[in-house]
């Protein structure tokens, strides 16, 4: 479980012997967060055949990088073409609908996290508002448990 933890804290500081199927640039209010792009902008990568269906991410989210990670962890970066608190709202009710519960998060002025657990999966997810272009920055770590 630590592992899962120290790659949603730092999304590829840890040396988890990942590897990684995209990238992404851009802007964002997190410096440490790299370049990250606005969702008219951002290249799409495709989610793996295994990823678990139950996760919800809203309508129009662009995934732009996939890793796999040691301990069944997979790791994707993403961005949603609404506004950090629109985003927001739609984790807080669609990770609950989908049967998955929320725990240990908190929300700032321009991020949020939270841990989730059901479905066969634990994880975490970490929303952060692109102020340049309106959209929200999405980083989920997902392994079965």
């Known amino acids: 479980m630590a592992a899962l933890y120290c790659a949603v804290a730092v999304l590829g ?3 988890a012997g990942g590897t990684s199927t995209g990238s992404a640039a851009g802007s964002s209010t997190d410096p440490s967060a790299g370049a990250i792009p606005c969702v008219d902008q951002a ?4 989610l793996p055949a295994d990823f678990p269906p ?13 890793e796999q990670r ?20 739609v984790f807080q009710a669609d990770f609950p609908a989908a ?3 929320l ?18 999966y634990v994880g975490r997810w970490k929303l952060t508002d ?10 989920l770590v997902v392994a079965p448990g």
Request: hydrophobic content about 30%; proline content about 6%.
């Open 13 to 15: 500081g840890c040396d």
């Open 99 to 101: 049967g998955l519960t």
């Open 54 to 66: 139950v996760l919800p991410l809203p309508e129009g989210t662009v995934v732009t990088s996939v």
């Open 103 to 120: 725990d240990g998060g908190e929300v700032e002025e321009h991020d949020a996290e939270s841990e989730f657990n059901g479905g066969g």
């Open 130 to 139: 692109l102020v340049d272009c309106k959209d929200t920055r999405i980083e």
């Open 70 to 89: 040691s301990e069944n962890r997979t790791v994707i970066d993403a961005v949603a073409p609404d506004e950090f608190r629109t985003t927001l709202a």
């Open 43 to 46: 290249q799409p990568v495709e």
